[in-house]
Protein backbone atom coordinates (compact mmCIF):
# COMPACT_ATOMS: atom_id res chain seq x y z
CA UNK A 1 0.00 0.00 0.00
CA UNK A 2 0.92 3.69 -0.41
CA UNK A 3 2.37 5.01 2.64
CA UNK A 4 3.53 8.47 1.22
CA UNK A 5 1.64 11.41 2.39
CA UNK A 6 -0.60 13.11 -0.44
CA UNK A 7 -0.14 16.86 -0.92
CA UNK A 8 -0.27 20.26 -2.65
CA UNK A 9 1.98 20.53 -5.44
CA UNK A 10 4.46 23.79 -5.55
CA UNK A 11 2.04 25.66 -7.65
CA UNK A 12 -0.39 25.08 -5.18
CA UNK A 13 -2.47 22.25 -7.09
CA UNK A 14 -3.99 19.03 -6.46
CA UNK A 15 -5.44 16.76 -9.63
CA UNK A 16 -8.19 14.15 -9.05
CA UNK A 17 -8.82 11.57 -12.10
CA UNK A 18 -12.46 9.69 -11.52
CA UNK A 19 -12.77 6.70 -13.44
CA UNK A 20 -16.20 5.21 -12.69
CA UNK A 21 -18.03 1.98 -14.06
CA UNK A 22 -14.74 0.45 -15.93
CA UNK A 23 -16.70 -2.40 -16.26
CA UNK A 24 -14.26 -4.72 -17.82
CA UNK A 25 -13.48 -8.50 -17.74
CA UNK A 26 -10.74 -10.15 -17.64
CA UNK A 27 -10.53 -10.77 -21.50
CA UNK A 28 -10.93 -6.66 -22.21
CA UNK A 29 -11.83 -4.29 -25.11
CA UNK A 30 -9.30 -2.42 -25.81
CA UNK A 31 -10.60 0.99 -26.22
CA UNK A 32 -11.44 1.56 -23.03
CA UNK A 33 -8.09 1.28 -21.74
CA UNK A 34 -6.49 2.96 -24.31
CA UNK A 35 -8.54 6.17 -23.58
CA UNK A 36 -7.57 5.43 -20.01
CA UNK A 37 -3.55 5.25 -20.78
CA UNK A 38 -4.18 8.79 -22.39
CA UNK A 39 -5.91 10.21 -20.25
CA UNK A 40 -3.66 9.28 -17.31
CA UNK A 41 -0.77 10.84 -19.41
CA UNK A 42 -2.91 13.81 -20.39
CA UNK A 43 -3.64 14.66 -17.14
CA UNK A 44 -1.08 13.55 -14.92
CA UNK A 45 -3.26 13.30 -12.19
CA UNK A 46 -2.21 13.22 -8.48
CA UNK A 47 -4.45 10.87 -7.63
CA UNK A 48 -6.98 8.06 -9.59
CA UNK A 49 -10.07 7.01 -7.45
CA UNK A 50 -11.98 4.32 -9.00
CA UNK A 51 -15.49 4.87 -7.90
CA UNK A 52 -17.29 1.45 -8.56
CA UNK A 53 -18.01 -1.30 -11.07
CA UNK A 54 -14.60 -1.50 -11.59
CA UNK A 55 -14.56 -4.82 -12.74
CA UNK A 56 -18.04 -6.63 -14.30
CA UNK A 57 -18.06 -8.82 -11.43
CA UNK A 58 -21.50 -10.37 -12.10
CA UNK A 59 -20.14 -11.65 -15.31
CA UNK A 60 -16.65 -12.10 -14.88
CA UNK A 61 -17.54 -15.96 -15.34
CA UNK A 62 -21.03 -16.01 -14.67
CA UNK A 63 -20.68 -17.63 -11.45
CA UNK A 64 -23.73 -17.66 -9.26
CA UNK A 65 -24.06 -14.92 -7.13
CA UNK A 66 -23.60 -16.24 -3.06
CA UNK A 67 -21.85 -19.69 -4.45
CA UNK A 68 -19.02 -19.66 -1.91
CA UNK A 69 -18.90 -23.10 -1.39
CA UNK A 70 -17.69 -24.42 -4.94
CA UNK A 71 -14.16 -23.97 -4.27
CA UNK A 72 -13.10 -24.58 -7.29
CA UNK A 73 -15.70 -22.09 -9.42
CA UNK A 74 -14.61 -19.68 -6.70
CA UNK A 75 -10.68 -20.67 -7.41
CA UNK A 76 -11.14 -19.79 -10.94
CA UNK A 77 -13.44 -16.72 -10.59
CA UNK A 78 -10.40 -15.04 -8.17
CA UNK A 79 -7.89 -15.92 -11.05
CA UNK A 80 -10.31 -14.42 -13.32
CA UNK A 81 -10.56 -10.89 -11.53
CA UNK A 82 -7.20 -10.91 -10.22
CA UNK A 83 -6.65 -10.73 -14.16
CA UNK A 84 -9.52 -8.04 -15.09
CA UNK A 85 -8.33 -6.05 -11.89
CA UNK A 86 -4.76 -6.14 -13.67
CA UNK A 87 -5.57 -4.54 -16.91
CA UNK A 88 -7.39 -1.61 -14.83
CA UNK A 89 -4.68 -1.04 -12.37
CA UNK A 90 -1.58 -2.44 -13.42
CA UNK A 91 -0.78 0.65 -15.94
CA UNK A 92 -1.86 3.09 -13.14
CA UNK A 93 0.93 1.27 -10.92
CA UNK A 94 3.33 1.59 -14.09
CA UNK A 95 2.76 5.80 -13.60
CA UNK A 96 3.23 5.38 -9.86
CA UNK A 97 0.15 7.15 -9.55
CA UNK A 98 -1.98 7.04 -5.92
CA UNK A 99 -5.14 5.39 -6.21
CA UNK A 100 -8.09 4.77 -3.94
CA UNK A 101 -11.05 2.55 -4.87
CA UNK A 102 -14.67 1.79 -3.51
CA UNK A 103 -17.02 -0.97 -4.79
CA UNK A 104 -20.40 -0.90 -7.21
CA UNK A 105 -23.46 -2.82 -7.88
CA UNK A 106 -21.61 -5.07 -10.52
CA UNK A 107 -18.36 -5.26 -8.26
CA UNK A 108 -20.64 -7.04 -5.22
CA UNK A 109 -22.17 -9.44 -7.10
CA UNK A 110 -19.85 -12.93 -7.30
CA UNK A 111 -18.32 -15.38 -5.02
CA UNK A 112 -15.30 -13.14 -4.12
CA UNK A 113 -16.10 -11.15 -1.16
CA UNK A 114 -15.80 -7.25 -0.85
CA UNK A 115 -12.88 -8.14 1.90
CA UNK A 116 -10.99 -10.44 -0.31
CA UNK A 117 -10.91 -7.85 -3.24
CA UNK A 118 -9.70 -5.29 -1.03
CA UNK A 119 -7.17 -6.86 -0.41
CA UNK A 120 -6.42 -7.18 -4.51
CA UNK A 121 -6.22 -3.74 -4.90
CA UNK A 122 -4.12 -3.96 -1.16
CA UNK A 123 -1.16 -5.77 -2.49
CA UNK A 124 -0.33 -3.16 -5.46
CA UNK A 125 2.09 -0.57 -3.78
CA UNK A 126 0.68 2.69 -4.87
CA UNK A 127 -3.20 1.80 -3.30
CA UNK A 128 -4.13 3.96 -0.65
CA UNK A 129 -5.21 2.55 2.81
CA UNK A 130 -8.68 2.02 2.83
CA UNK A 131 -8.59 0.01 6.27
CA UNK A 132 -11.51 1.20 8.84
CA UNK A 133 -10.68 0.76 12.42
CA UNK A 134 -14.35 1.94 13.02
CA UNK A 135 -15.93 -1.88 13.33
CA UNK A 136 -19.55 -0.10 12.90
CA UNK A 137 -19.32 0.57 8.76
CA UNK A 138 -18.88 -1.84 6.33
CA UNK A 139 -15.23 -2.48 5.32
CA UNK A 140 -14.14 0.11 2.71
CA UNK A 141 -15.66 3.28 3.70
CA UNK A 142 -12.78 5.59 4.90
CA UNK A 143 -11.29 8.90 4.25
CA UNK A 144 -7.97 10.35 2.38
CA UNK A 145 -6.18 12.82 3.65
CA UNK A 146 -4.14 15.36 1.50
CA UNK A 147 -1.53 18.19 2.81
CA UNK A 148 -0.46 21.44 2.19
CA UNK A 149 2.24 22.04 -0.09
CA UNK A 150 4.74 21.77 2.28
CA UNK A 151 3.26 18.51 3.64
CA UNK A 152 2.71 19.92 7.24
CA UNK A 153 -1.04 20.08 7.78
CA UNK A 154 -3.79 18.54 6.63
CA UNK A 155 -5.77 20.81 3.95
CA UNK A 156 -8.00 18.66 1.90
CA UNK A 157 -9.73 15.45 1.83
CA UNK A 158 -11.65 12.71 -0.01
CA UNK A 159 -14.18 10.60 1.49
CA UNK A 160 -14.61 7.32 -0.07
CA UNK A 161 -18.24 5.54 0.94
CA UNK A 162 -19.52 2.34 -0.03
CA UNK A 163 -22.86 2.21 -1.57
CA UNK A 164 -22.14 -1.05 -3.27
CA UNK A 165 -24.68 -4.18 -3.31
CA UNK A 166 -28.22 -5.21 -3.87
CA UNK A 167 -31.47 -3.64 -2.54
CA UNK A 168 -34.60 -5.08 -0.35
CA UNK A 169 -35.35 -5.99 -3.77
CA UNK A 170 -32.87 -8.22 -4.86
CA UNK A 171 -30.67 -8.28 -7.92
CA UNK A 172 -31.07 -5.17 -9.85
CA UNK A 173 -32.19 -3.06 -7.25
CA UNK A 174 -29.87 -0.69 -5.19
CA UNK A 175 -28.78 -0.61 -1.44
CA UNK A 176 -28.50 2.46 0.28
CA UNK A 177 -25.71 4.44 2.14
CA UNK A 178 -26.05 3.20 5.88
CA UNK A 179 -26.97 5.21 8.62
CA UNK A 180 -23.76 3.57 10.56
CA UNK A 181 -21.68 4.87 7.71
CA UNK A 182 -23.71 8.74 7.85
CA UNK A 183 -22.55 8.13 11.77
CA UNK A 184 -19.03 7.61 11.29
CA UNK A 185 -18.80 10.28 8.62
CA UNK A 186 -20.25 12.64 11.33
CA UNK A 187 -17.54 11.63 13.87
CA UNK A 188 -14.70 11.61 11.65
CA UNK A 189 -15.39 15.03 10.25
CA UNK A 190 -15.69 16.29 13.76
CA UNK A 191 -12.28 14.67 14.62
CA UNK A 192 -10.81 16.24 11.40
CA UNK A 193 -11.99 19.77 12.48
CA UNK A 194 -10.75 19.21 16.23
CA UNK A 195 -7.18 18.20 15.12
CA UNK A 196 -6.79 20.87 12.33
CA UNK A 197 -8.72 24.21 14.07
CA UNK A 198 -11.65 24.39 11.19
CA UNK A 199 -13.54 21.60 9.16
CA UNK A 200 -11.43 20.09 6.49
CA UNK A 201 -13.13 20.96 2.99
CA UNK A 202 -13.78 17.66 0.86
CA UNK A 203 -15.32 15.79 -1.67
CA UNK A 204 -17.76 12.31 -1.63
CA UNK A 205 -17.31 10.09 -4.08
CA UNK A 206 -19.75 7.07 -3.75
CA UNK A 207 -20.90 4.99 -6.60
CA UNK A 208 -24.80 5.07 -6.45
CA UNK A 209 -26.67 8.49 -6.54
CA UNK A 210 -28.84 9.43 -3.55
CA UNK A 211 -33.16 9.20 -4.48
CA UNK A 212 -33.12 13.28 -4.31
CA UNK A 213 -30.95 13.53 -7.88
CA UNK A 214 -34.08 13.09 -9.54
CA UNK A 215 -35.29 16.91 -8.58
CA UNK A 216 -32.07 17.76 -11.46
CA UNK A 217 -35.26 16.14 -14.12
CA UNK A 218 -38.23 18.11 -15.10
CA UNK A 219 -41.52 15.91 -17.01
CA UNK A 220 -41.20 16.73 -20.56
CA UNK A 221 -43.41 15.34 -23.76
CA UNK A 222 -41.61 11.84 -25.47
CA UNK A 223 -40.39 14.32 -28.31
CA UNK A 224 -38.20 16.87 -26.45
CA UNK A 225 -35.25 17.18 -26.88
CA UNK A 226 -33.15 15.19 -24.04
CA UNK A 227 -36.21 13.41 -22.94
CA UNK A 228 -35.52 10.11 -21.22
CA UNK A 229 -38.08 7.85 -19.90
CA UNK A 230 -38.44 6.78 -16.29
CA UNK A 231 -39.93 3.23 -16.33
CA UNK A 232 -40.69 3.19 -13.21
CA UNK A 233 -43.86 5.66 -14.07
CA UNK A 234 -43.37 5.42 -18.15
CA UNK A 235 -43.42 9.35 -18.12
CA UNK A 236 -40.80 10.94 -20.02
CA UNK A 237 -38.42 13.49 -18.38
CA UNK A 238 -35.31 15.72 -19.22
CA UNK A 239 -32.50 17.26 -17.33
CA UNK A 240 -33.73 21.07 -15.85
CA UNK A 241 -31.66 23.56 -17.22
CA UNK A 242 -32.18 25.40 -14.31
CA UNK A 243 -31.25 23.65 -12.03
CA UNK A 244 -27.84 21.82 -13.30
CA UNK A 245 -25.42 21.75 -16.16
CA UNK A 246 -24.34 19.05 -18.57
CA UNK A 247 -26.73 16.16 -20.29
CA UNK A 248 -28.38 13.04 -19.24
CA UNK A 249 -29.33 10.09 -21.70
CA UNK A 250 -30.85 8.07 -18.91
CA UNK A 251 -33.52 8.41 -15.86
CA UNK A 252 -31.08 8.29 -12.68
CA UNK A 253 -31.17 4.97 -11.08
CA UNK A 254 -30.88 6.02 -7.36
CA UNK A 255 -30.76 4.36 -3.97
CA UNK A 256 -33.91 2.79 -2.39
CA UNK A 257 -33.16 4.42 0.92
CA UNK A 258 -32.07 7.97 2.69
CA UNK A 259 -31.58 8.11 5.68
CA UNK A 260 -30.77 12.53 5.59
CA UNK A 261 -27.19 12.14 3.79
CA UNK A 262 -27.64 15.64 2.20
CA UNK A 263 -28.99 17.31 5.33
CA UNK A 264 -26.15 15.72 7.29
CA UNK A 265 -23.84 17.28 4.34
CA UNK A 266 -25.38 20.43 4.48
CA UNK A 267 -25.03 20.49 8.30
CA UNK A 268 -21.24 19.79 8.28
CA UNK A 269 -20.62 22.28 5.89
CA UNK A 270 -17.19 20.34 4.87
CA UNK A 271 -17.95 18.80 1.91
CA UNK A 272 -17.60 20.79 -1.25
CA UNK A 273 -19.20 18.03 -3.63
CA UNK A 274 -21.04 14.35 -3.24
CA UNK A 275 -19.76 12.90 -6.62
CA UNK A 276 -21.71 9.90 -8.29
CA UNK A 277 -21.45 7.37 -10.69
CA UNK A 278 -23.43 4.20 -12.06
CA UNK A 279 -25.70 6.06 -14.50
CA UNK A 280 -23.10 5.57 -17.70
CA UNK A 281 -25.30 8.26 -19.90
CA UNK A 282 -25.15 10.70 -17.94
CA UNK A 283 -23.05 14.24 -16.66
CA UNK A 284 -23.93 16.99 -14.93
CA UNK A 285 -23.41 19.51 -12.01
CA UNK A 286 -25.95 21.34 -9.66
CA UNK A 287 -26.49 22.09 -6.50
CA UNK A 288 -29.39 20.44 -4.36
CA UNK A 289 -30.02 21.54 -0.55
CA UNK A 290 -26.63 24.08 -0.40
CA UNK A 291 -24.55 20.75 -1.65
CA UNK A 292 -22.90 20.55 -4.64
CA UNK A 293 -23.81 17.37 -6.67
CA UNK A 294 -21.20 15.91 -9.64
CA UNK A 295 -22.69 13.10 -11.30
CA UNK A 296 -19.86 11.17 -13.60
CA UNK A 297 -19.86 9.30 -16.77
CA UNK A 298 -19.01 5.86 -17.36
CA UNK A 299 -15.91 4.92 -18.77
CA UNK A 300 -16.94 0.87 -20.41
CA UNK A 301 -16.72 0.19 -23.35
CA UNK A 302 -18.52 -3.01 -22.95
CA UNK A 303 -21.23 -2.11 -21.07
CA UNK A 304 -23.85 0.60 -22.56
CA UNK A 305 -22.92 4.19 -23.39
CA UNK A 306 -22.48 6.32 -26.29
CA UNK A 307 -20.34 8.35 -28.58
CA UNK A 308 -20.94 11.39 -25.84
CA UNK A 309 -20.99 9.97 -22.53
CA UNK A 310 -17.91 7.46 -22.16
CA UNK A 311 -15.13 9.33 -20.40
CA UNK A 312 -13.86 10.32 -17.08
CA UNK A 313 -14.26 13.16 -15.21
CA UNK A 314 -11.01 15.65 -13.55
CA UNK A 315 -11.08 17.71 -10.45
CA UNK A 316 -8.78 20.17 -9.56
CA UNK A 317 -8.11 21.58 -6.29
CA UNK A 318 -6.84 25.02 -5.21
CA UNK A 319 -4.72 25.13 -2.17
CA UNK A 320 -5.39 28.64 -1.72
CA UNK A 321 -8.90 28.27 -1.97
CA UNK A 322 -10.48 24.88 -0.93
CA UNK A 323 -13.71 26.10 -0.56
CA UNK A 324 -14.05 25.49 -4.05
CA UNK A 325 -13.32 23.11 -6.79
CA UNK A 326 -12.88 23.30 -10.80
CA UNK A 327 -14.41 19.80 -12.48
CA UNK A 328 -14.34 19.02 -16.57
CA UNK A 329 -15.08 15.79 -18.08
CA UNK A 330 -12.87 14.10 -20.81
CA UNK A 331 -14.26 11.69 -23.68
CA UNK A 332 -12.63 9.35 -25.69
CA UNK A 333 -13.18 11.52 -28.55
CA UNK A 334 -11.92 14.26 -26.63
CA UNK A 335 -8.67 12.35 -26.68
CA UNK A 336 -8.97 10.55 -30.05
CA UNK A 337 -10.65 12.67 -32.28
CA UNK A 338 -13.52 11.57 -35.14
CA UNK A 339 -10.95 10.53 -37.74
CA UNK A 340 -11.28 7.10 -39.35
CA UNK A 341 -9.20 4.80 -37.17
CA UNK A 342 -10.47 6.19 -33.56
CA UNK A 343 -14.13 5.63 -34.88
CA UNK A 344 -13.58 2.16 -36.07
CA UNK A 345 -11.66 1.52 -32.91
CA UNK A 346 -14.67 2.72 -31.43
CA UNK A 347 -17.15 1.08 -33.01
CA UNK A 348 -14.89 -1.94 -32.58
CA UNK A 349 -14.99 -1.99 -28.79
CA UNK A 350 -18.34 -0.32 -27.85
CA UNK A 351 -21.13 -2.27 -26.51
CA UNK A 352 -23.76 -0.88 -28.58
CA UNK A 353 -21.97 -1.89 -31.74
CA UNK A 354 -21.83 -5.14 -32.18
CA UNK A 355 -24.31 -5.80 -34.54
CA UNK A 356 -22.69 -3.01 -36.70
CA UNK A 357 -19.45 -4.38 -35.89
CA UNK A 358 -20.57 -7.79 -37.50
CA UNK A 359 -22.06 -5.64 -40.75
CA UNK A 360 -18.33 -3.68 -41.26
CA UNK A 361 -16.62 -7.21 -40.90
CA UNK A 362 -19.10 -8.74 -43.67
CA UNK A 363 -18.48 -5.29 -45.74
CA UNK A 364 -14.95 -5.57 -45.23
CA UNK A 365 -14.57 -9.11 -46.98
CA UNK A 366 -17.15 -8.19 -49.40
CA UNK A 367 -15.86 -4.30 -50.65
CA UNK A 368 -12.95 -3.06 -49.23
CA UNK A 369 -11.52 -0.45 -46.72
CA UNK A 370 -13.03 2.48 -49.11
CA UNK A 371 -16.72 1.98 -49.00
CA UNK A 372 -16.52 1.30 -45.05
CA UNK A 373 -14.08 4.82 -44.20
CA UNK A 374 -17.56 6.29 -46.25
CA UNK A 375 -19.84 4.46 -43.65
CA UNK A 376 -18.58 5.48 -40.82
CA UNK A 377 -18.62 8.55 -41.92
CA UNK A 378 -22.34 8.73 -42.19
CA UNK A 379 -22.64 6.90 -38.74
CA UNK A 380 -20.56 9.60 -37.31
CA UNK A 381 -23.29 12.35 -38.88
CA UNK A 382 -25.60 10.68 -37.72
CA UNK A 383 -24.58 10.07 -33.78
CA UNK A 384 -23.56 14.15 -34.28
CA UNK A 385 -27.21 14.95 -35.39
CA UNK A 386 -28.98 12.63 -33.01
CA UNK A 387 -26.44 14.11 -29.86
Not at 189 to 214: A, D, K, W, Y
Not at 236 to 254: D, Q, V
Amino acid sequence: MYNNKLKFNSDGKFIILQVSDAQDMHIPRKGMFKMLNKVYDKVNPDLIVLTGDNILGNHINDAPIGNRQNVKTKKGTLKRMKKALGFLLDPIEKRGIPFAFHYGNHDDRNMISKKEQAEIYGSYDHCIPYENDDETVDYVNYNVPIYDSKGEKMKYNIWMIDSAGDGENGVGSHEWVKPETLDWYVRKSRELQLENGSPVMSLMFQHIPVLETVDFFMECDKDDKGAVLNRADNKYYKLNPEKATGFAFEYPATVEKDFGQLDMLRKRGDVCALVFGHDHLNSFTGELDGVNIVQSPGASFRSYGNMISRGVRVFEIDENDTSSFRTYTISYFDLFGKKFPSVLRYIFNADEYEKIKALIIGLFAVIGVGLIAYLVSILNLYNKFLF
